[in-house]
């Protein structure tokens, strides 16, 4: 199994500005992917404006211009992509939202102690890039003020299945970048642990998409 350094570092390679550029067209174009739209409809139940969002993995930036819209006062954006960051910085710029968005590129473990607490954070299909999801979802409790929202696949042969087959085929082109699905109930379990409640879920097949609300002000 590849080290996280060397797993960032594939996901930076696979995530590339060719990529970007192709998923932002598309943005342009169609709008936020369905999950992503699912994520923006659980959160449009709950108050943003003056709020604050780190968005962690959020490719182009389609959850933080949402937040934007919606009156909320600033957003982070941390990815392990730099062609990503790259593309989500000139939507930034073009939108006249330099000084409402912040840019970190880097392994989320390490670079979210560049960043504040906020009140949202977003883990839009990051769960399941990462190898350690206790540590990322810990973090992401520890801070958030308020809400957390993420996407992360079933779990079940099929969807292992697919994740494997993509692993090999990422494999086959010399990247060390491969998915993973983690038990379901264990994701849902520390979000428990960490004080927090789930308070919105749908099926997005094969993603669940849910939000968490902290019940416990203490950490």
């Not at 449009?44 to 934007?68: C, N, P, R, Y």
Request: proline share 3%; glycine share 6%.
């Amino acid at each position: 199994m590849a080290t996280i350094q060397e797993h960032c570092c594939s996901a930076n390679i696979f995530f590339d500005e060719k990529m970007a550029k192709k998923q932002y067209q598309r943005y342009l174009k169609k709008g936020p992917p369905k999950v992503t739209a699912r994520i923006i409809e659980q959160l449009s139940m709950h108050e943003t404006e003056g709020k604050s969002l780190i968005d962690v993995g959020g490719g182009i930036g389609a959850l933080q211009w949402w937040f934007l819209e919606a009156k909320g006062a600033k957003t982070i954006s941390i990815d392990a992509s730099s062609g990503y960051l790259k593309q989500a910085e000139e939507h930034a710029k073009t939108n006249g939202w330099e000084n409402k968005t912040r840019f970190i590129f880097g392994d989320y473990v390490e670079a979210h102690k560049q960043a504040e607490s906020v009140d949202f954070i977003t883990l839009d299909k990051m769960v399941c890039c990462y190898p350690d999801y206790r540590e990322i979802i810990e973090i992401s409790c520890a801070k958030s003020k308020s809400h957390i929202a993420l996407s992360y696949p079933i779990d079940g042969l099929i969807s292992r299945l697919f994740a494997w087959l993509e692993g090999f085929f990422t494999k086959l082109k010399g990247q060390n970048f491969r998915p993973f699905v983690h038990p379901v109930s264990e994701i849902r379990k520390t979000f428990e642990q960490q004080g927090y409640e789930r308070i919105a879920h749908d099926l997005v097949f094969p993603w669940h998409v849910e939000t968490y609300r902290r019940v416990k002000n203490e950490k």
